[in-house]
């Protein structure tokens, strides 16, 4: 059966690989990207200038609103949300809100976008949510962008903050919601240009995101880490399985998007 499956970070990388499997086996993806060059780039590569696409910069909570108004516009129900997109540095690592970038695009904007759509899904919906093997304990100061971090630091805390607001939201919504390790050190444009490093065959990351997505495997899987290094379900950073400190950590991104 075709699913109605949204990807974010459609472009390239994992991302893009992920797209083509999933157009390939018949399903309509609705592509979102920050370029609408790339977009259509990817439209003619698929061979479909029709598919749906969604240009929007997810370091912006306010565009992150206004891609959701889009969806929710042409859409009454969604099967598959892939929160896909991420960053690990940029020329410019402060947004114009005033957070990291990588706090912005890699905890809020799938946060945000996540509850955006949830009207759109029901319990046969699933949400994919794009974490890491990389995972540090969250610096409240850091992700209210009041403190500066290295890229790495960034990165890592904003994946475990991702994967702490996905256990708290399994606990809380019809969904499936699981966060995903595709493997460290895939060969994205983000490894490359951060380790400099070809990487691994990015294919192993867009199967585990489409079986995350459409397979048995996962059907009952909500509140659980899957980590691809392992080839199993694992645990992960010991304060994603903090209740406590995972409803802190909501309240603090309800606050921090509240303003902005």
Same mark, same amino acid.
Not at 52 to 66: C, G, K, M, P, T
Not at 92 to 114: K, S
């Given at each position: 059966?075709?699913?109605? $499956? =949204? =990807?974010?970070?459609?472009?390239?990388?994992?991302?893009?690989?992920? =797209?083509?499997? %999933?157009?390939?086996?018949?399903?309509?993806v609705? %592509?979102?990207?920050?370029?609408?060059?790339?977009?259509?780039?990817?439209?003619?590569?698929?061979?479909?200038?029709? @598919?749906?696409?969604?240009?929007?910069?997810?370091?912006? @909570?306010?565009?992150?609103?206004?891609?959701?108004? +889009? $969806?929710?516009?042409?859409?009454?129900?969604?099967?598959?949300l $892939?929160?896909?997109?991420?960053?690990?540095n940029?020329? +410019?690592?402060?947004?114009?809100?005033?957070?990291? @970038?990588?706090?912005?695009?890699?905890?809020?904007?799938?946060?945000? #976008?996540?509850?955006?759509?949830?009207?759109? /899904?029901?319990?046969?919906?699933? @949400?994919?949510?794009?974490?890491?093997?990389? !995972?540090?304990?969250?610096?409240?100061?850091?992700?209210?962008?009041? *403190?500066? &971090?290295?890229?790495g630091?960034?990165y890592?805390?904003? *994946?475990?903050?991702?994967? /702490?607001?996905?256990?708290?939201?399994a606990?809380?919504?019809?969904?499936?919601?699981?966060?995903?390790?595709? /493997?460290?050190?895939?060969?994205?444009?983000?490894? *490359?240009?951060?380790?400099?490093?070809?990487g691994?065959d990015?294919?192993?990351?867009a199967?585990?995101?489409?079986?995350?997505?459409l397979?048995?495997?996962?059907?009952?899987?909500?509140?659980?880490?899957?980590?691809?290094? $392992?080839?199993?379900?694992?645990?992960?950073?010991?304060?994603?399985?903090? #209740?406590?400190?995972? !409803?802190?950590?909501?309240? !603090? &991104?309800?606050?921090?998007?509240?303003?902005?």
């Amino acid at each position: 059966m075709a699913m109605k $499956i =949204v =990807v974010t970070g459609a472009t390239d990388g994992i991302g893009l690989a992920t =797209v083509k499997r %999933l157009v390939k086996e018949g399903h309509e993806v609705l %592509l979102h990207g920050r370029s609408a060059e790339k977009l259509a780039d990817v439209a003619n590569e698929l061979g479909d200038e029709e @598919i749906e696409q969604y240009v929007a910069d997810l370091s912006s @909570i306010s565009e992150v609103r206004r891609l959701a108004e +889009e $969806i929710a516009a042409r859409h009454d129900h969604l099967d598959v949300l $892939i929160n896909n997109a991420g960053v690990y540095n940029a020329s +410019e690592p402060v947004t114009a809100d005033g957070l990291d @970038i990588r706090f912005a695009v890699n905890t809020l904007a799938p946060y945000e #976008l996540t509850k955006a759509l949830l009207p759109l /899904m029901d319990a046969s919906s699933r @949400i994919v949510n794009l974490s890491s093997a990389a !995972q540090s304990p969250v610096d409240e100061q850091a992700l209210y962008g009041k *403190k500066k &971090l290295a890229d790495g630091e960034a990165y890592a805390q904003s *994946k475990l903050a991702l994967t /702490m607001w996905t256990y708290e939201m399994a606990r809380r919504v019809e969904p499936v919601v699981v966060a995903v390790n595709p /493997m460290s050190l895939l060969g994205s444009k983000m490894v *490359k240009k951060a380790f400099g490093t070809e990487g691994r065959d990015i294919n192993i990351g867009a199967d585990i995101l489409c079986r995350a997505s459409l397979s048995d495997e996962f059907a009952e899987a909500s509140g659980r880490y899957y980590d691809n290094d $392992i080839g199993a379900f694992g645990e992960p950073h010991p304060d994603a399985r903090n #209740l406590d400190k995972c !409803q802190a950590l909501v309240q !603090q &991104l309800e606050e921090i998007t509240a303003r902005v």
